[in-house]
């Protein structure tokens, strides 16, 4: 355990993160905003610990220490993120400088009105000495005005970033040159096209990271969500209309995102990642997503012979169906059924398998494969890279 | 110290005794109330085990207690039981039976139309619960976007369950709208002009003028779905031309004032608790008044703001966004002058006190959080997330649900006769506010951490179980401390000290009747003169410093009217209309031949009841002329 004062050091620290580490392994807590209040209440609260005694200095190290292990679920266990308040792009810091505004806005209100209750409750509470009845007040006008006033006046600044940020967000991408992407929301999965390259890919987004990317938003069957939480908001696809989000990634990374809207039986398992990469690497993605390597034709054909290419497209094959994903270089993908499991020979065979019994509802059928077939597709389907 | 009235325990023990045909046939509002609150409850049970399970799967990533389409059937009912079988009838239930009490009438203005609405409503309800039985639970969400309703991605029957039956007690809501506006507007007590109506009685009235204007467009929505599942048509079919937002428009044009529907009656409980156990008037009764009124119209201005991720556009956000904050002003109102109710009172602190403190300070988080969801930039990260599961259970749990049971432990001795139990109950209240902040408050972090709502497993590496296993271990609080109000209600209900008719020494009418009331609620009509006529009388005048110092007060009620006083007579007709009703939905699942039978049914109980006098022979009537018969 570390030292109180060196605790308190650490938290008063302004250019420290919200991480802070506690525990001797070093193993790093995060505390949530919403916690900020508390963080700096116990540390007013805590400070002129040289002025009590020794028992008292015990007790409030133990209760600092509680409270602090507390509310920040600090254990061994990796922390959260925050995913939604730590974004790595343009548009999810506007959205975190409105959320900054009104959380600190709310917290105050929220401190002063329960102080309030609270202190009535104590202040007001009934006496063995109290005469009978309290003085009959039936109201104060100007109070009740001032009361109807001031939640408006509040109101006034929190609508102002409010509005700016709605028309930021929603106005044309910034910045020249976006890159243009198309998103279709399927049962249970996403379909990514980027109608300037020629490609077409599905459950992992690859963007440049530094580049805008537009999305035109879309769905095959039912409304869906796309949420990213680290690169910004949600935004439908609503089947028979198109949707706009823009989002400028501002750090290389893997991201994980979901989708938002009740969408049937597997809407849990209609998840997604996001590549954000740095240029050469995005470069070399599209090149390999273009032109990828020919596959080898023994493996081709059972994928014909099997029924798959009814509804799977692999550029570059006869293979050119357009109701599941598109699965060329589908080897290079780090997971599986709309990243559900990772990308595996042993789990893509237990998705050859049996679909709907790795993810309930699957619209992909099982086409009753004997285990040989199963070893040559996925062979051949690891193969394509 | 406290002045009791004359009559002190009832005479009249006879408001609930009788068989089982005696409550089929019942037409008296106190009974229909007792009937709303057993089967409020009772779903209440039902909805809280479906919270349980729920809360099971989600205890730990990638749970496997239930199954995706388990899970997505039990948010569902969860939801859609929690809303129009719980938390509705459960405010009808107090409506039922304090209005008439309240406003110092001897019924509502529409006695067996009454029945008829609570029949409805539990027919209703039964079959909604049927579709657990056909092994088709609706699975759509409460919300019941489409296009997912669609046959085409949703052939089961459990969407039918689910839009027939909300569609019945969309009928009872109706039926009962009409009969309490009309009750409120034309029955009051001579003397009781509008602005010495209750706060309860007034958010009542709110809360009818809303079911009134929002179940016609929610009524219309079911009616589009139930073409396009039942006969071809294309509302809501993208494919064919039809456009599935449709259903967003007019699902939250209901949705959004249906928020108003259910927390405005808990407004109205607290306003009535906070003064009595303050020992002072409601700060500002007229500011009340009107900052309800105003959250209820604006309330039919703000349903765009469900939708901030539909795309829109930029300018419809602003306008909703900004409307949106505009009811925070007469909220905020509220607010402050409930605080203001309490500073300078002598404050008793009884169990009802506790859950309306509970309920303001609860509801305070909620409306906080409320006003985050206002802005759009900042809804767009939360909208479908747990942020709003927290948001709207610190509403309706820490709002609705809290305000209910201040009501439940206020009228109490009014409605059984009997004390309910002060250790239990805050043994109750301190159950509920650590296992709802348990709960609800984690959801808050894992909704800004990401987590999406309606999924039924997660994966292990998003960091998301520990905030979830807290939220179910508070769960489980909460299922203990609604165990104990059981126990507390049993208690009472067996061993309970009988209650006197005032033991809070309340300003209201229904304080002058005894415990229970006796079948005719009051002996003779009151006269009202203040705002707080009982405690005028008690008090009377002289430290009151309001504009009522001249008037006199109510008094209590003698135990035995003077003269004869008919009420209108039992009648089987409203069950059975109800019933027939209740098969033209239902048979629509069956055949139609089904359904036919129930129009069979309901012209017959309709056109029986038409014709059959409102007092017939043999009808319950008290007074001197009656003595010898009863």
Redesign the interface.
């Given at each position: 355990m570390r030292s109180l004062p060196e605790i308190q050091r650490q938290l008063l620290d302004p250019d420290r993160s919200w991480r802070v580490p506690l525990t001797p392994t070093g193993s790093a807590c995060t505390l949530?905003p919403?916690l900020r209040v508390f963080e700096h209440w116990s540390i007013r609260l805590f400070r002129p610990l040289d002025a009590v005694s020794r028992e008292q200095s015990i007790l409030h190290k133990t209760l600092l220490a509680a409270l602090l292990t507390l509310i920040a679920?600090c254990s061994t266990?990796?922390?959260?993120?925050?995913?939604?308040?730590h974004p790595e792009s343009d548009f999810g810091h506007?959205?975190l400088n409105?959320?900054g505004d009104?959380?600190w806005?709310?917290a105050g209100?929220?401190v002063v009105?329960?102080l309030?209750?609270v202190y009535?409750?104590l202040r007001?509470?009934?006496?063995r000495t109290?005469s009978?009845?309290?003085?009959?007040?039936?109201?104060?006008?100007a109070?009740?005005i001032g009361?109807?006033l001031?939640?408006?006046a509040i109101?006034f600044f929190?609508?102002i970033p409010?509005?700016r940020?709605?028309?930021q967000?929603?106005?044309p991408p910034p910045g020249g040159d976006p890159l243009e992407i198309t998103v279709i929301g399927h049962?249970w999965w996403w379909e990514f096209q980027y109608p300037e390259l020629g490609i077409v890919t599905a459950n992992e987004l690859h963007v440049p990271v530094g580049r805008t990317a537009n999305l035109a938003l879309s769905s095959a069957?039912?409304?869906h969500?796309f949420?990213v939480?680290?690169l910004?908001?949600?935004?439908?696809l609503?089947?028979?209309?198109e949707?706009?989000l823009w989002f400028t990634p501002t750090k290389t990374g893997v991201y994980?995102g979901?989708?938002?809207?009740?969408?049937?039986?597997?809407?849990?398992?209609m998840?997604m990642r996001v590549f954000v990469d740095d240029s050469a690497t995005f470069a070399e993605w599209t090149t390999s997503m273009r032109e990828p390597a020919t596959p080898d034709s023994a493996g081709a054909m059972a994928f014909q012979m099997s029924g798959c290419a009814a509804c799977h497209a692999i550029a570059g094959t006869p293979a050119q169906g357009k109701v599941g994903p598109n699965l060329t270089n589908v080897g290079r993908r780090t997971t599986l059924a709309a990243s559900m499991i990772p990308n595996t020979p042993e789990k893509m065979a237990d998705w050859l398998r049996a679909p709907d019994s790795v993810k309930?509802?699957a619209l992909m059928p099982d086409l009753n494969l004997d285990e040989q077939r199963i070893r040559d597709l996925v062979q051949f389907l690891e193969g394509l890279r | 110290?406290i002045p009791r009235a004359a009559t002190a325990t009832s005479a009249h023990g006879s408001l609930y005794a009788g068989g089982i045909r005696s409550w089929l046939t019942t037409v008296d509002h106190k009974r229909i109330g007792v009937l709303y609150g057993i089967s409020a409850l009772s779903y209440f049970v039902v909805g809280g085990v479906e919270a349980l399970i729920i809360r099971l799967q989600l205890a730990s990533a990638d749970g496997t207690l239930v199954?995706?389409?388990t899970?997505?059937q039990l948010f569902t009912m969860h939801g859609t039981t929690m809303v129009f079988l719980v938390l509705m009838p459960l405010s009808a239930a107090l409506f039922n039976y304090m209005i008439p009490l309240m406003i110092g009438a001897r019924d509502v203005a529409f006695p067996r139309l009454n029945a008829f609405s609570f029949w409805t409503f539990l027919f209703g309800s039964i079959l909604l619960n049927l579709s657990f039985f056909a092994g088709s639970p609706p699975n759509?969400?409460w919300f019941g976007?489409a296009?997912?309703t669609s046959r085409q991605?949703n052939p089961g029957m459990g969407i039918d369950f689910w839009l027939l039956s909300v569609q019945i007690m969309g009928v009872a809501s109706i039926a009962s709208a009409i009969n309490f506006t009309v009750t409120i507007l034309n029955m009051r007590a001579p003397g009781m002009s509008l602005m010495r109506v209750p706060l309860f009685v007034w958010m009542a009235l709110v809360v009818q003028v809303l079911m009134l204007l929002a179940f016609p467009p929610i009524t219309v929505a079911f009616i589009f779905l139930l073409f396009d599942r039942f006969f071809g048509t294309h509302f809501y079919i993208?494919?064919a031309g039809g456009?599935?937002?449709l259903w967003q428009h007019l699902f939250w044009i209901f949705g959004h004032p249906e928020v108003y529907i259910l927390i405005l009656p808990s407004f109205g409980v607290v306003s009535e608790v906070l003064p009595t156990f303050?020992?002072?008037?409601l700060?500002?009764?007229?500011?009340m008044i009107f900052s309800g009124i105003l959250i209820g119209f604006l309330g039919f201005g703000v349903w765009s703001h469900h939708m901030f991720?539909?795309?829109l556009?930029?300018v419809a956000?602003?306008a909703f966004?900004?409307a949106t904050?505009?009811i925070?002003?007469p909220t905020?109102?509220k607010?402050?002058?409930w605080?203001?109710t309490?500073?300078?009172?002598?404050?008793?602190?009884k169990t009802p006190l506790y859950f309306a403190?509970g309920m303001?300070?609860l509801f305070?988080?909620g409306g906080?959080?409320g006003?985050?969801h206002?802005?759009?930039?900042?809804?767009?990260?939360?909208?479908?997330?747990y942020f709003v599961v927290a948001h709207l259970h610190y509403v309706f749990f820490g709002g609705t649900v809290f305000g209910l049971f201040a009501g439940i432990y206020y009228w109490w001795p009014k409605i059984t006769g009997r004390m309910i139990g002060e250790g239990l109950g805050k043994l109750h209240f301190w159950l509920m506010v650590i296992g709802m902040n348990l709960t609800f408050f984690p959801m808050?972090?894992l909704?800004?951490?990401?987590m999406?709502?309606?999924?039924?497993?997660?994966?292990a590496d998003?960091?998301?179980d520990?905030?979830n296993l807290i939220a179910t271990v508070g769960a489980f609080v909460i299922a203990v401390s609604v165990l104990v109000f059981f126990i507390n209600a049993a208690r009472s209900l067996i061993a309970g000290e009988k209650a006197t008719a005032d033991p809070w020494d309340a300003a209201t009418l229904e304080w002058t009747i005894s415990s229970p009331p006796p079948e005719y609620n009051f002996a003779e009509v009151p006269q009202v003169n203040s705002a707080r006529p009982y405690w005028l009388y008690k008090?009377g005048p002289t430290?009151?410093?309001?504009?009522h110092t001249k008037a006199e007060g109510s008094q209590p009620q003698p135990e035995n009217p003077s003269q004869r006083i008919d009420l209108p007579s039992p009648s089987g007709w409203p069950i059975l209309a109800a019933l027939g009703l209740s098969l033209v939905g239902g048979g629509a699942l069956v055949g139609l031949w089904a359904v036919l039978i129930g129009v069979a049914i309901l012209v017959f109980g309709v056109y029986r009841w038409a014709f059959q006098p409102l007092e017939r022979p043999g009808h319950p009537s008290f007074g001197p002329a009656s003595t010898g018969r009863r």
């Open positions: 949530p919403f679920g266990v990796e922390p959260p993120e925050w995913r939604t308040l506007l959205i409105v959320y009104l959380f806005w709310t209100i929220f009105v329960e309030l209750l009535a409750l007001f509470r009934s006496r109290d009978e009845v309290p003085e009959q007040v039936h109201g104060f006008t109070l009740e009361w109807t001031l939640p408006a109101l929190i609508a409010t509005v940020t709605i028309f967000l929603q106005g049962q069957d039912v409304i969500s949420w939480p680290q910004g908001g949600k935004r439908d609503n089947p028979g209309s949707n706009r994980h979901q989708c938002a809207e009740l969408c049937g039986t597997s809407h849990a398992n998840r309930p509802g | 110290m199954g995706a389409d899970f997505n759509a969400g976007y296009n997912l991605y993208p494919s456009t599935p937002i303050s020992r002072k008037p700060f500002g009764a007229p500011f991720t539909t795309g556009g930029a956000d602003t966004s900004l904050m505009l925070a002003i905020g109102v607010i402050f002058n605080i203001a309490l500073w300078g009172g002598h404050i008793h602190f403190v303001v300070g305070i988080i906080l959080s006003i985050m206002a802005s759009p930039p900042v809804d767009i990260q939360q909208h479908d997330s808050h972090f909704g800004l951490d990401g999406p709502r309606r999924i039924y497993t997660y994966a998003l960091g998301w520990r905030w008090h430290r009151d410093i309001s504009r």
